[in-house]
């Protein structure tokens, strides 16, 4: 019987062990241009984008982002760590190392034929077990504690370029998510813009006279608006428009300060640092609408640039951070440093569970699951175990970042986690020696951990379920030919 051609001419079809190897392999990739961006001895990665521009970050998001991949197993490693990022903001590096490893675990088992849907579910089952041992695991924290949250949001800042002023940064971090903090009905609320509308108008002129006319209405319209705010006597205007040299000068003679071109979002902030309201339209100002909590507005230069202050609020709800550095490279990472310090903070003050760093979850749980896997029968334990396994990959990532011996340590903490109430010993990530987390005030929260492992196990469980990859290739002299990554 001939072949008879279903798919197209240019359509490339890989199916099978092929398809389930290449992804493998294709994650494992991934995972290793990570790899060396864990922990406190974490090296950084110099990314250079199209437009010439340098990124200088060990965020693992951050660097995929900027990675083009064309590889689809590839493309959905990267989606994870975005995932991290924007659900708890912290772990973005784990997550994609975790991913990497569950699945190089799974390539054995496929290799001895066993069935993917098998190793899929043990997984499932695995995951179902870590997340209970996660609660099991995790001390209750008091938010008010404020040497405690420091703690936790240093051992978030302390594997980034911002550890040399860690202190300094924690505590900024802290203040700003305590600042923004809003309780509703026993519901936290943390992060919360607001809006205001805009109006525009248009007219048509003719003829000259009209224009003398329709700048005496102007006038009046400016005088208008001017004696509108004056009438609630305020010493402060902002606004996101401009004002007229004109309205300026009416407004200087009350003695007002007005400030224009407030960016939106800058407006939203100083509104809700000093209670105001925003108004859109002056004929709707009310007394009330004026926020009474700011103490103090000053212009301060620094550097060379001059910057607003409005300071001594009462009861602010919003707050700025002010970052100076040498190079714009620098300030970008301090930035995202800052931005995952405040995120490790919110998921503090949401989910008030914490769980010791320096993978010495990750061996707990993993020696658990271990035990637990001996109770099991069939086929089934052989995935389970691996998955146990898989969980090693982050002390031992931690042991290889800072050169100690990779073997001799993680077997002396294998043993170490066979003991009665060694959950929390784990590696110091700055010499690569065993050390007790609670002992040097390494915790991450339970929201970032729980989140890391199913996003990580999912991920894995997902690649493993493709057994088939079809791929329609453009003709040549199409569009999109010359940029790679288009596809």
Same mark, same amino acid.
């Given at each position: 019987?001939?072949?008879?051609?279903?798919?197209?001419?240019?359509?490339?079809? =890989?199916?099978?062990?092929?398809?389930?190897?290449?992804?493998?392999?294709?994650?494992?990739?991934?995972?290793?241009?990570?790899?060396?961006?864990?922990?406190?001895?974490?090296?950084?990665?110099?990314?250079?984008?199209?437009?010439?521009?340098?990124?200088?970050?060990?965020?693992?998001?951050?660097?995929?982002?900027?990675?083009?991949?064309?590889?689809?197993?590839? %493309?959905?490693?990267?989606?994870?760590?975005?995932?991290?990022?924007?659900?708890?903001?912290?772990?973005?590096?784990?997550?994609?190392?975790? $991913?990497?490893?569950?699945?190089?675990?799974?390539?054995?088992?496929?290799?001895? @034929?066993?069935?993917? +849907?098998?190793?899929? /579910? $043990?997984?499932?089952?695995?995951?179902?077990?870590?997340?209970?041992?996660?609660?099991?695991?995790?001390?209750?924290?008091?938010?008010?504690?404020?040497?405690?949250?420091?703690?936790?949001?240093?051992?978030?800042?302390?594997?980034?370029?911002?550890?040399?002023?860690? /202190?300094?940064?924690?505590?900024?971090?802290?203040?700003?998510?305590?600042?923004? =903090?809003? =309780?509703?009905?026993?519901? %936290?609320?943390?992060?919360?813009?607001?809006?205001? %509308?805009?109006?525009?108008?248009?007219?048509?002129?003719?003829?000259?006279?009209?224009?003398?006319?329709?700048?005496?209405?102007?006038?009046?319209?400016?005088?208008?608006?001017?004696?509108?705010?004056?009438?609630?006597?305020?010493?402060?205007?902002?606004?996101?428009k401009g004002i007229s040299d004109l309205a300026q000068h009416y407004l200087m003679k009350a003695n007002i300060t007005a400030i224009r071109r407030v960016r939106k979002t800058d407006n939203n902030r100083i509104a809700r640092a000093c209670g105001a309201r925003i108004a859109s339209r002056t004929d709707e100002l009310r007394e009330e609408d004026v926020g009474t909590g700011a103490g103090l507005f000053e212009?301060?230069?620094?550097?060379?640039?001059?910057?607003t202050f409005v300071t001594e609020c009462k009861d602010p709800k919003a707050c700025t951070i002010l970052l100076r550095g040498a190079s714009k490279e620098i300030l970008a990472e301090v930035e995202r440093n800052l931005q995952? $310090?405040? @995120?490790?903070?919110?998921?503090?003050?949401?989910?008030?569970?914490?769980?010791?760093?320096?993978?010495?979850?990750?061996?707990?749980?993993?020696?658990?699951?271990?035990?637990?896997?001996?109770?099991?029968?069939?086929?089934?334990?052989?995935?389970?175990?691996?998955?146990?396994?898989?969980?090693?990959?982050?002390?031992? +990532?931690?042991?290889?970042?800072?050169?100690?011996?990779?073997?001799?340590?993680? +077997?002396?903490?294998?043993?170490?986690? +066979?003991?009665?109430?060694?959950?929390?010993?784990?590696?110091?990530?700055?010499?690569?020696?065993?050390?007790?987390?609670?002992?040097?005030?390494?915790?991450?929260?339970?929201?970032?951990? $729980?989140?890391?492992?199913?996003?990580?196990?999912?991920?894995?469980?997902?690649?493993?379920?493709?057994?088939?990859?079809?791929?329609?290739?453009?003709?040549?002299?199409?569009?999109?030919? =010359?940029?790679?990554?288009?596809?």
């Amino acid at each position: 019987m001939s072949n008879i051609l279903v798919t197209g001419q240019n359509m490339k079809r =890989e199916s099978g062990r092929k398809v389930q190897t290449g992804n493998i392999s294709a994650a494992k990739t991934i995972a290793d241009v990570i790899r060396t961006c864990l922990g406190p001895r974490a090296m950084m990665k110099m990314l250079l984008d199209p437009m010439g521009g340098i990124v200088m970050t060990n965020d693992g998001n951050a660097i995929l982002r900027e990675i083009q991949v064309q590889h689809p197993a590839a %493309k959905s490693m990267i989606e994870i760590s975005r995932t991290q990022d924007e659900e708890v903001g912290d772990g973005t590096t784990s997550v994609i190392i975790l $991913a990497g490893e569950m699945l190089s675990v799974a390539e054995q088992f496929l290799e001895q @034929q066993m069935h993917p +849907t098998v190793v899929i /579910s $043990a997984y499932r089952q695995a995951l179902d077990d870590m997340l209970s041992m996660l609660k099991e695991i995790s001390t209750p924290v008091d938010p008010n504690d404020r040497d405690m949250m420091l703690k936790i949001i240093n051992s978030a800042i302390n594997t980034k370029a911002l550890s040399r002023w860690s /202190s300094l940064a924690c505590n900024i971090a802290l203040d700003a998510v305590r600042t923004v =903090e809003l =309780e509703d009905n026993g519901r %936290k609320e943390i992060d919360i813009k607001k809006y205001a %509308k805009v109006e525009k108008t248009d007219i048509e002129i003719t003829r000259e006279e009209d224009f003398a006319k329709i700048l005496q209405m102007e006038e009046e319209y400016i005088q208008q608006i001017c004696e509108d705010i004056i009438r609630l006597k305020p010493d402060l205007v902002f606004t996101e428009k401009g004002i007229s040299d004109l309205a300026q000068h009416y407004l200087m003679k009350a003695n007002i300060t007005a400030i224009r071109r407030v960016r939106k979002t800058d407006n939203n902030r100083i509104a809700r640092a000093c209670g105001a309201r925003i108004a859109s339209r002056t004929d709707e100002l009310r007394e009330e609408d004026v926020g009474t909590g700011a103490g103090l507005f000053e212009v301060k230069k620094i550097g060379d640039e001059y910057f607003t202050f409005v300071t001594e609020c009462k009861d602010p709800k919003a707050c700025t951070i002010l970052l100076r550095g040498a190079s714009k490279e620098i300030l970008a990472e301090v930035e995202r440093n800052l931005q995952d $310090a405040m @995120q490790v903070c919110r998921n503090v003050l949401l989910d008030p569970y914490l769980l010791p760093g320096g993978g010495a979850v990750e061996m707990a749980v993993s020696h658990r699951l271990t035990e637990r896997s001996r109770a099991l029968t069939g086929v089934e334990q052989w995935p389970y175990r691996a998955v146990a396994q898989a969980l090693e990959v982050i002390p031992r +990532t931690l042991i290889q970042n800072c050169g100690a011996s990779t073997i001799r340590v993680l +077997t002396s903490l294998r043993a170490k986690h +066979t003991q009665e109430g060694s959950t929390s010993w784990g590696v110091n990530g700055e010499t690569g020696t065993l050390a007790d987390m609670a002992d040097l005030g390494i915790w991450e929260p339970l929201a970032v951990k $729980a989140q890391t492992y199913k996003t990580a196990v999912e991920t894995a469980i997902l690649l493993l379920r493709i057994d088939d990859i079809v791929s329609g290739h453009k003709k040549k002299g199409e569009k999109g030919e =010359e940029q790679p990554g288009a596809e």
